[in-house]
Each structure stands twice: as C-alpha cells, then as structure tokens.
T-cell receptor, first 111, second 116 residues
Framework: SQQGEEDPQALSIQEGENATMNCSYKTSINNLQWYRQNSGRGLVHLILIRSNEREKHSGRLRVTLDTSKKSSSLLITASRAADTASYFCATDDGGSYIPTFGRGTSLIVHP | DAGVIQSPRHEVTEMGQEVTLRCKPISGHDYLFWYRQTMMRGLELLIYFNNNVPIDDSGMPEDRFSAKMPNASFSTLKIQPSEPRDSAVYFC??????????????FGPGTRLTVT
C-alpha cells in the first residue's frame, strides 16, 4: 500500500498567519483524508476528499486535491495557538480503500 | 458514545514478558484497525478486522505479534515475547464503513509501550 508524504516536515508560524501543508502520493486513489494529532493524543479526522472532488472546506480548513499531480494541500487560515499539532494525510491505494498515513507535518503556532 | 477505548494507557515491561493491549471500538463500527507509531517509522498499519474477521495482517512485524477480535466490542493485540524495539505507541481505530462511501477512522488515545 502506498504512503503519502507530507511537506514540509515542520512549520512554525505566528498566530493569525495561514498555514499550508502539502501531501504527495504515487498511485491513483479513491479518497484522501487529513488528520490532526495533538501531542500525546490519538489522531482526529479533519476532512475526507474524494478523487472526483477538487476542493472542500470545513471552517478555517481548506483542502484541495489535484489528481493529475497526485497532490493535496491543507490550508489553515487565521491560525491559532490551539492549531499546534501534527497533521497527517492518509491515502488509499485505489483498490482496498484502506488508508495509510504519511509521516506528518509538525505545525507550531506561536501566540 | 465514549469513543474508542484503549487500555492500558501506559505499559512498562521487561524484555521477554508478554504484553496484551486492549481495545473497545465504537458501537456499530464494522472495522477495527491496530496501528503502531514510532518516530522512525511513523504510523504503521499492523492489522485490520471487518466484522470481527482479520482481513489483512501483512503489517504485523513478526510472529511475536498476534491480534484477536472475539466479538464486536473487544479486540486484543498481544506481543509475546516483547523486545525493546517494540517500544512505541499503539493505536486502535474503528470505522463504520470502508468503501465507496468511506467514513473516517476514529482513533483511541493510544497505549504507550516501553520495553526495557
């Protein structure tokens, strides 16, 4: 099964700024998901975007998907200190629908 | 619902001992997943069940690892004998459905295992 790769590995910004994280993958997918993990906690689902969708919004989150480039981006607008966490993309392999996770982007938002 | 419940939250054991991790999925979820998270390897899928049946255990690292799901509300991951390289955070996750109408996974808080 394939594993998405997030970029950058680490991101440090000031409160109020926007944060953009990217995910690249290698083979066709059915769905792509983004999760957040706060330190010492389990992962929490943020957004699922299907292969036939190009953009989805949820509150301050915006996810785009470009299947031609096999990439996705997660934008967090007007970031807050509480957004400090690791963010993971999860992709399936186009067959089983079972997601596998990348290594994540560590986001630090300074108050 | 209380969410996915895992126990214990922390486990410290000596090399060679048997370790059993426990998980209670969200009621009504047909899929259960076991993951291992380390700094070196990230989040790895070990095994997953559908309706209590193991579907894919190709991620289980060695025969020392075994997982069971005797009923819809309980699963165990056992390591026997444990080794220091098994030290990691082990997550259980459940999902109501996987497929064309996929739903997200719901993760438990994890069990931090330290093998000395």
């Amino acid at each position: 099964s394939q594993q998405g790769e997030e970029d950058p590995q680490a991101l440090s910004i000031q409160e109020g700024e926007n944060a953009t994280m990217n995910c690249s993958y290698k083979t066709s997918i059915n769905n792509l998901q983004w999760y957040r993990q706060n330190s010492g906690r389990g992962l929490v689902h943020l957004i699922l975007i299907r292969s036939n969708e190009r953009e989805k919004h949820s509150g301050r989150l915006r996810v785009t998907l470009d299947t031609s480039k096999k990439s996705s981006s997660l934008l967090i607008t007007a970031s807050r200190a509480a957004d400090t966490a690791s963010y993971f993309c999860a992709t399936d392999d186009g067959g089983s629908y079972i997601p596998t996770f990348g290594r994540g982007t560590s986001l630090i938002v300074h108050p | 619902d209380a969410g996915v419940i895992q126990s214990p939250r922390h486990e410290v054991t000596e090399m060679g001992q048997e370790v059993t991790l426990r998980c209670k999925p969200i009621s009504g979820h047909d899929y259960l997943f076991w993951y291992r998270q380390t700094m070196m390897r990230g989040l790895e899928l070990l095994i997953y069940f559908n309706n209590n049946v193991p579907i894919d255990d190709s991620g289980m690292p060695e025969d020392r690892f075994s997982a069971k799901m005797p009923n819809a509300s309980f699963s165990t991951l056992k390591i026997q004998p444990s080794e220091p390289r098994d030290s990691a955070v082990y997550f259980c996750a459940s999902s109501p459905r996987i497929g064309e109408s996929s739903y997200e996974q719901y993760f438990g808080p994890g069990t931090r295992l330290t093998v000395t």
